[in-house]
C-alpha cells in the first residue's frame, strides 16, 4: 500500500516524522509532499530520512527540470492520500478548489481514497467556515477525522490532532476496509482457442482492467480469487489460476464457485466467442484458401447465472458503437447485476492502454459515468459503487 503522505503548515507537523515512521514500520511505502508553511514547523530532512524517499515541495514542483507534472506522477503512484495535519488554510482551500501549491493541486485532483486529520486551535475548530468546509468535504466523500480534546499549542480544548499511533491505526483499519471478510472472483485477460500444436484464436484483452478490479478489492481486504488468461502478470496477488481456453475458464469458474463460496464475481475477462476443431498435426502450408470452422463457445455468464442465480455479477461490455445501449442489452439478458460499459473504439482507451473510460450501469438503471483516468482509477471507483450497490 502507497501512501502520499501531505503535511500542512501547523504546530502538529512536528508529529509528522513519527507518523511517516509508524506508516513504514506496517508496511507502507510513504511519499511526503509539504506545504511551504508546514517546513516552518518540521524539517525536510526528518521527514525524507523516516521516509527513505525525497521530499516533494512547490520548490521541486514549479522547478523547471521537471518533465512530467509531480502532482500527475504522485497520483499514479499513491493508492491513499492522508493530510496530516490539516491546517484550517487547506481544509477551507480544498473545500473550495482553491489549488495554489503542490499539496492543494494534488488534494484537488486526487481521485482515489482521501483521509484529512485536522489540528487547530478550538477556536478556529469550532468557527463556521471550518465547519462548513470539513461537512462539505465529507459530503464529497472526504474522510475527515475528527481532532481530540487536549493540550494545544496554547492552553486546551478540542483541535489537537491524534497521535501517530492512533492516525496509522485508523489508516491501516480504513484500508483494510470495506471489502474485507468478503470473497470475491475476479477474472481477467482473453482465453486461447487453438487450432493446432502451434496456432490459436484469441483476442486483443491485456487483462489489465481486471487485474487493476482484483488488485483494488484485495486492497480493501477482500479474499480474492483471479482467474487469468495467458499472459496476465501479478504479484500481488496470492490467489490465482491461469485458464487458457473459454471451456477451461467456464469449467475452472464453476469448480471455484463451489468451493470458494464468493459473493460477487467480476467478470472482466473477455473469453473468446468461437472455437475451431482442434487439429493435432500442424497445418502445412499447401492450400491457397483455407477454411476454419468455429463453434460458438458457451457464455460463461449466462452459463454461471442459470446455475447461481443469487451470485452478484459485474460484467464488461467492451463495445465499439451505441456503448450504452448495447451494454444496458447485454446487462438485460445476461440477468446481472451490473455492467461496465467500454469503448473499444478509441485507441486512447480499452485494449492494452493503461487507461479507460467507463460507464457503470445498474440493473436499476442508475448510471455513473467515470471519466478518462487510469485502469487502477477506474478500478477504484468500479469496485466502490458495486461496493455500495451491493451491500448499503
Ligand atoms: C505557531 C503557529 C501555529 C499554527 N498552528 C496552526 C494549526 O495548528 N492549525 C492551523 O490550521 N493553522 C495553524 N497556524 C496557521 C497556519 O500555519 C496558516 O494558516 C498557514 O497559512 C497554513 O498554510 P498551509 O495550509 O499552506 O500549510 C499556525 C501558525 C503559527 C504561526
Redesign the pocket.
Known sequence: MKVVLG???????VKAPFIVRRLKEKGFEVKVVL????K??VTPLSLSIFSGNEILDDDKYFSPDITHELHLQLEQWGDLLVVA???????A?CSVGLAD?L??VLALSWNKRKIFF????SS?WKAYR?RKAVAELREEGVIVCDPKEGA??VGTGV?R?AEPEEIVDTISSICQGRWKGKRVIVTAGATREPIDPVRFITNRSSGKMGLAIAEALALQGAEVLFIHGVGVHSNNLENKIEVATTKEMLSVLLNSIDKFDPSVLFMAAAPVDYAPEYRKEKIKKTQKLLTLELTRNPDIIMEIKSRYPNLKVVGFAAESSDIIENACTKLLEKGIEIIVANDISRKDIGFTTDYNEVTVITEKGNRFFIPKTTKKEVAYKIVNIAFEYFFN
Open positions: 503535511v500542512s503548515g501547523s504546530i502538529a507537523a506545504s511551504e508553511k508546514a516552518r514547523f495535519p490539516a491546517s484550517a488554510n487547506f481544509l482551500k501549491d499539496l492543494t485536522p489540528a487547530m486551535h478556529m471550518v494545544l499549542a483541535g490532532m
